[in-house]
């Protein structure tokens, strides 16, 4: 697929070679964006250093105890060095928020060698993440010893009965502008924020938002996804930079000074959930 912006309109050529023309053309194709690719080919996914752990649990499978002290209707964390493991309930079949159907979301993030995590059984290396399918048994018997291991008990349950377990290498990305011409970059195809912040669904909205804003203030499309980019770039930046500070205390190399800072800043529980999953001063 390629992208080409014009003087009276953007052309779109597919794969199957269809030609199509547009006034403007949104990429909103993700954090691995292909139109972002052939754009910004300088601008690289920078891997950070460490992954997120994911998987979810049936709430009515965890000890009475456990499922007490994790206070289903709250976030809950547990932050050993260099370590965060957080919690939420999130609904079971069919949207069901009843206790006997919702299940709980862990995620967790540890130090790794990336490479051989993204090696599956077969000697297969993927490329920026694995089916969890795939994951190796000693990777996951290995997590979870990490998890028995660094957790409180009521955690390490958690981790352990999770069905299917699966990690996300964390990265960051930023770009210096949103928009090409007639061509602007939405959502995930532009910033890429660690997920510290919870800021992903919020950004995409927001780039929505201001998008529509831009157009309905100019019509003509350059100048209005011109300021839609200005606008937006500046808060896709701040974004990124809030969750790289949040997530500084668990890198295992700090990079400069300004990591290093930011990893002492958020070494206290009490500062890392002030501001995890918190937005207001985007």
Same mark, same amino acid.
């Not at 780039?207 to 203030?217: G, P, Y």
């Given at each position: 697929?390629?992208? %080409? ?14 030609? !199509? ?21 300088? =601008?690289?996914?920078?891997?950070? *250093? ?13 000890? %009475?105890?456990? /499922? ?13 060095? !260099? %370590?965060?493991?957080?919690? &939420? ?13 919702? /299940? &709980? ?23 920026? *993440? ?8 000693? =990777? ?86 011109? %300021? &839609? ?19 500084? &205390? ?10 290093? =800072? ?21």
């Amino acid at each position: 697929m390629s992208v %080409e912006d014009g003087p009276d309109y953007a052309t779109v050529s597919l794969r199957d070679g269809s030609v !199509h023309q547009a006034d403007m053309v949104i990429a909103a194709d993700g954090f691995r964006s292909e139109v972002r690719g052939r754009l910004l080919p300088e =601008v690289k996914l920078e891997y950070v *250093g460490y992954i997120a752990w994911r998987g979810l649990v049936d709430e009515m499978s965890l000890s %009475e105890p456990t /499922r007490d002290a994790l206070l289903f209707e709250k976030f809950a964390f547990w932050l050993p060095p !260099h %370590e965060q493991i957080l919690g &939420y309930p999130v609904a079971g079949q069919s949207n069901s928020t009843m206790p006997s159907e919702r /299940r &709980y979301n862990r995620a967790t993030s540890e130090d790794v060698d990336l490479p051989d995590l993204l090696t599956d059984a077969t000697g297969k290396r993927w490329i920026g *993440g694995i089916p969890p399918t795939l994951i190796r048994p000693d =990777v996951l018997a290995d997590m979870e010893e990490a998890a028995n291991t660094l957790l409180a008990p009521q955690f390490a349950e958690v981790v352990t009965k999770a069905k299917q377990a699966l990690f996300q290498p964390i990265f960051d990305l930023e770009v210096p502008k949103m928009a090409f011409g007639r061509i602007a970059l939405l959502g995930d195809a532009a910033f890429v924020a660690r997920p510290h912040c919870g800021m992903d669904v919020i950004k995409a909205a927001g780039d929505a938002m201001a998008l529509t804003a831009a157009l309905t203030s100019d019509s003509d499309v350059r100048r209005a996804l011109a %300021e &839609y980019s200005r606008v937006r770039t500046q808060v896709g930046a701040a974004i990124v930079q809030h969750a790289r500070h949040l997530g500084a &205390y668990m890198q295992a190399q700090l990079r400069n000074e300004t990591d290093r =800072v930011m990893a002492e800043r958020y070494r206290t529980p009490e500062a890392v959930m002030r501001e995890t999953a918190v937005s207001a001063r985007f």
